[in-house]
T-cell receptor
């Protein structure tokens, strides 16, 4: 059973456009939601993360939007650049209980930004 | 600052062969993880070690064993490799001060023929 569902599987955006990736979860024990970025031949790296006590978190061109009632969260990349072309993973975890220390990843979105 | 180091980077095995993937971190992290990455399947947890001396199964542990040799090193062993174990394997470690931040190695590309 997949704990975190991610869509779309692939995304093509023109330079300067907005990239949007969506994720959904079921387990209400999750209380921390990170996004990871992975370039070809490299391991994933933490990009940005959000707690459910806020509805939005912004770091530069990257924004997480969080909807606690719908159990959904999304990554928005504003002014997308060719250097943003990578695979993006959403994930969920908790600071306590049975999920302590475990990250549950979505299946990933391969983003291509055309110049 | 090396971070998380995995060896080897590439490996080809024949069905039934055994091998050990090595992982070491120099960040004094307590928790270490092994993931496999397959196209369209994302990152799936194989085993993890919350602290030195402990190991626990993840989502896909069958066919694998692990050893937390010391605080720095966490190895993954395939006793009898199968074609279904063809994958990219990532080791990661976590700083306990931030639950969501895993530090990943650069991966091992394993092919089982």
């Amino acid at each position: 059973q997949q704990q975190v569902k991610q869509s779309p599987q692939s995304l093509i955006v023109q330079k300067g456009g907005i990239s949007i990736i969506n994720c959904a979860y079921e387990n209400t024990a999750f209380d921390y939601f990170p996004w990871y970025q992975q370039f070809p031949g490299k391991g994933p790296a933490l990009l940005i993360a959000i707690r459910p006590d806020v509805s939005e978190k912004k770091e530069g061109r990257f924004t997480i939007s969080f909807n606690k009632s719908a159990k959904q969260f999304s990554l928005h990349i504003m002014d997308s650049q060719p250097g943003d072309s990578a695979t993006y993973f959403c994930a969920a975890t908790s600071d306590r209980g049975s999920t302590l220390g475990r990250l549950y990843f979505g299946r990933g979105t391969q983003l291509t930004v055309w110049p | 600052n090396a971070g998380v180091t995995q060896t080897p980077k590439f490996q080809v095995l024949k069905t039934g062969q055994s091998m050990t993937l090595q992982c070491a971190q120099d960040m004094n992290h307590n928790s270490m993880y092994w993931y496999r990455q397959d196209p369209g399947m994302g990152l799936r947890l194989i085993y993890y070690s919350a602290s030195e001396g402990t190991t626990d199964k993840g989502e896909v542990p069958n066919g694998y064993n692990v050893s937390r040799l010391n605080k720095r090193e966490f190895s993954l062993r395939l006793e009898s490799a199968a074609p279904s174990q063809t994958s990219v394997y990532f080791c990661a470690s976590r700083d306990g001060s931030l639950a969501v931040k895993l530090f990943f190695g650069s991966g091992t590309q394993l092919s089982v023929l």
